[in-house]
């Protein structure tokens, strides 16, 4: 499976994931999303952090409607703050894998 790269401004992030933009930037200062390392502005934010939460956020608002679940509807009701209570969990192998440099097709 090809990864996906890119970035995103911190309002297109913001709205992807149901926050603002302010919220994305102290994200990124608290280290919860990766910006840009550049210093002008604005700064950009990885698409594969932002897709991660919302992801988050769509299994959760998902769970409600199928389960009626007081925890996840709580989680929504405070979804700023309680995204970086998510953490990122991954197989050693794996991530050692996704370390590895990317092959270029065109290299022969």
């Known amino acids: 499976m090809a990864k996906v790269h890119g970035h995103?401004?911190?309002g297109d992030a913001g709205e992807l994931v149901g926050v603002t933009g302010n919220t994305i930037g102290q994200?990124?200062?608290w280290g919860y999303i990766r910006a840009s390392q550049s210093s002008?502005?604005?700064h950009?934010?990885?698409v594969e952090d932002v897709a991660e939460a919302a992801v988050v956020r769509a299994l959760l608002e998902?769970?409600?409607r199928h389960t009626g679940?007081?925890?996840a509807e709580e989680l929504l009701a405070r979804w700023s703050e309680a995204v970086t209570e998510f953490a990122r969990i991954i197989p050693t192998a794996?991530?050692?894998a996704d370390e590895e440099p990317e092959l270029s097709s065109a290299a022969g």
């Open 27 to 29: 994200w990124a200062r």
């Open 69 to 71: 679940s007081l925890r």
């Open 8 to 10: 995103l401004s911190a």
């Open 44 to 46: 950009v934010y990885s």
């Open 40 to 42: 002008g502005d604005p």
């Open 62 to 64: 998902r769970h409600v």
């Open 94 to 96: 794996r991530a050692a």
